[in-house]
């Protein structure tokens, strides 16, 4: 059953009493959290929003998928890894950008990025519009320091919010520095944890065909499609 129907049939049954601005939306994020801890009660299709419970669809089922959509990420982490530089920031700017909700994108010139690998335009609702600088590195096990989160910072223009995406990971410190509220533009940070999770809930339409979602939520991942994309 899809999430807003359960919110509603919970309030007005009277199971649940909700302050939210939208009770489905938060019974969708407690339910994918309880689903990231491992072992939950419940299954949840991010295409759909369909929630049902594990028990159901059988449990030894369930563990197999979940133990093969661990292997399938980790091997989507290290294709992206893999890629030429220049091709990820492409393939960011081209797949991922415009998979979750950003117009007008485009990877900026190697050698006249100034900083900037790409830009583009965050639309929301198609009512609010949103400029944001992409710092993209494509990296295998290096970090990301808060003297590099400034550096961005700083190359960004009065107008940009800024998003730093990196196959690695943020120290802490530069977790800090990217939500420093004194500064004059908050970061936004995406790691090789996180970005796999994008690339394997988002919509990839039709002409796609990196990742592909099939029955009971099992991700089918094509690797000829990382391994040659823009050539």
Known sequence: MHYEKIAEIAINKRWIKSSAISPARSIYN???????????????DNRT????LAKWEGRQVILKIEEHNEQT????????????????????????LPGIGFEDCYATQVTKDEGIDARGRLS???????????QIKRWNSQVVSSSEIRTFRGSLKPHEQGLFITTGYFTTNARKEAIKREASHIINLIDGEKLVDILTTMDWGEE????????????????????????
């Open 73 to 96: 990420k980790k091997k989507l982490l290290d294709l992206l890894k893999k890629m030429n530089p220049a091709q990820f920031e492409k393939f960011i700017a081209e797949v991922l």
């Open 49 to 52: 929003g369909r929630i049902s």
């Open 124 to 134: 929301i609702m198609d009512a609010v519009y949103i400029n944001v600088g992409v």
């Open 30 to 44: 407690a339910v994918y959290a309880d689903i990231k801890k491992g072992n939950s009660r419940f299954l949840l």
């Open 208 to 231: 796609e065909r990196g990742i592909r979602i099939e029955k009971r939520n099992l991700i089918i991942l094509d690797e000829e499609y990382f391994k040659n994309y823009g050539d």
